[in-house]
C-alpha cells in the first residue's frame, strides 16, 4: 500500500488537476492558460550560485554549488505535458543534485500551444554543446521527467545526426515516450491515475507536435534507436498512465542489446521521486546514489 502522504497528494490532485481536464473544453482551456514564472524561487538562489542567460532566445539556468567547481554535469529537463513550466518540485530535485557535487543545466524550452518540438531540439542541442565546454560527456548526465524525459531520450537518439558525442547515463522519471497513447493497457491504468487524464495528455500532444505526426521518434522515442544508447534508469510508479509504455521501452532497450534498470513503485503516482513522500525519498536516494558513480 502507498504511504499516507501519497494517498493523500492524489486525492488532492484527482480534485484540482485531473477533473478539469477530463473534458477536451477542460482540456482545451488549461492549454491556454498562462505560463507560471519559471525563475528559480528565493530559497534557492540563496543556497546556490545561480546564472540566467539566453541561448537562441530561450532562457537556460546554470546552477552551481556555493562553493567549488564541478567536474561532473547534469542536464535536467522539465516535464509539464510540454505546456506546464518548470515547478518548485523540479527546483528541489535539481537542488538535490547539485548538493552532490554537480553542475546543472536547465533549459527553459519553448511549451505549448505557443510553441512544438521543431523549436525545442536546437535550442536543446545548443546547450548541451556548451554544456561540453565545461564537462566531458563521460562525465555528464541527462536527467528529465514526464515530457522532459521523453525529451531527453529523443535528443540521445539525435546527437549522432548532431555530431555530438551522447552522455554517460540517462536518468528517465515517469517518462513520456509514447505520445499516441495508443498502449492497450492505458485505459487499466488511467482509473487508478489520480494526476494523468488521457484526454489532457492528447491536447497537449498534439499542440507540441504542432500538425506532425505524433508517432515520430522525435516526440515518440519509444519507436527511435535504441541501440548503442548509454545506461538507462527508468522510475515509474504502478499508478500511473506512462506505466505501461515504461516497462514496453525497458523491454525494447533490453531487445536492442542496451542496458536499462526499471525501478517500480507499487501504488506511487506520476513522477513520485519529486514528491514529499516516503516513497519519493527512498527514489530520490537511489537516484543520487546513481550519480555519484558518474
Known amino acids: ?56 532566445g ?10 567549488g567547481e564541478p567536474a561532473r554535469s547534469v542536464l535536467y ?24 557535487g554537480f553542475r546543472v543545466e536547465v533549459p527553459i524550452y519553448g511549451l505549448a500551444p505557443e510553441h512544438t518540438h521543431r523549436e525545442a531540439f536546437g535550442f536543446l542541442v545548443a546547450v548541451y554543446r556548451e554544456l561540453l565546454a565545461y564537462t566531458s560527456p563521460e562525465r555528464t548526465v541527462f536527467a528529465g521527467d514526464s515530457a522532459g524525459a521523453g525529451l531527453v531520450l ?13 552522455p554517460a547515463r540517462l ?5 513520456w515516450v509514447d505520445l499516441t497513447l495508443s498502449h492497450p493497457d ?35 522515442p ?20 506512462f506505466h505501461p509504455d515504461t516497462r514496453r521501452l525497458n523491454d525494447l532497450i533490453a531487445l536492442a542489446g542496451g542496458t536499462s534498470e526499471l525501478y517500480e513503485e507499487e501504488g506511487a503516482i506520476h513522477v513520485f521521486p519529486l514528491i514529499p513522500s516516503p516513497e519519493g525519498r527512498r527514489a530520490r536516494a537511489r537516484i543520487l546514489r546513481t550519480l555519484r558513480t558518474v
Open 222 to 241: 519509444v519507436n527511435g534507436p535504441l541501440e548503442d544508447l548509454p545506461p538507462v534508469d527508468l522510475y515509474i510508479g504502478t499508478a500511473d498512465v
Open 171 to 175: 536518468l528517465l522519471v515517469s517518462p
Open 1 to 56: 500500500m502507498s504511504s499516507l502522504a501519497m494517498r493523500l497528494l492524489a486525492a488532492g490532485l484527482r480534485r484540482t488537476r485531473k477533473r478539469p481536464v477530463e473534458s477536451v473544453d477542460g482540456a482545451r482551456k488549461r492549454l491556454h492558460e498562462p505560463k507560471d514564472d519559471p525563475a528559480p524561487p528565493l530559497w534557492f538562489t540563496r543556497r546556490h550560485r545561480v546564472d540566467r542567460r539566453s541561448v537562441g
Open 77 to 100: 529537463v522539465h516535464g509539464g505535458s510540454y505546456v506546464s513550466e518548470i515547478s518548485p518540485w523540479h527546483w528541489v530535485m535539481v537542488a538535490h543534485i547539485v548538493d552532490e
Open 186 to 220: 492505458i485505459p487499466l491504468i488511467e482509473v487508478r491515475d489520480p494526476w494523468l487524464s488521457p484526454v489532457w495528455l492528447r491536447e497537449a500532444a498534439r499542440a507540441w507536435a504542432g500538425g506532425d505526426d505524433l508517432a515520430l521518434p522525435s516526440l515518440s
Open 58 to 67: 530561450f532562457d537556460s539556468y546554470t546552477v552551481l554549488p556555493a562553493h
Open 154 to 166: 529523443a535528443l540521445t537518439q539525435d546527437l549522432p545526426e548532431q555530431g555530438l558525442p551522447r
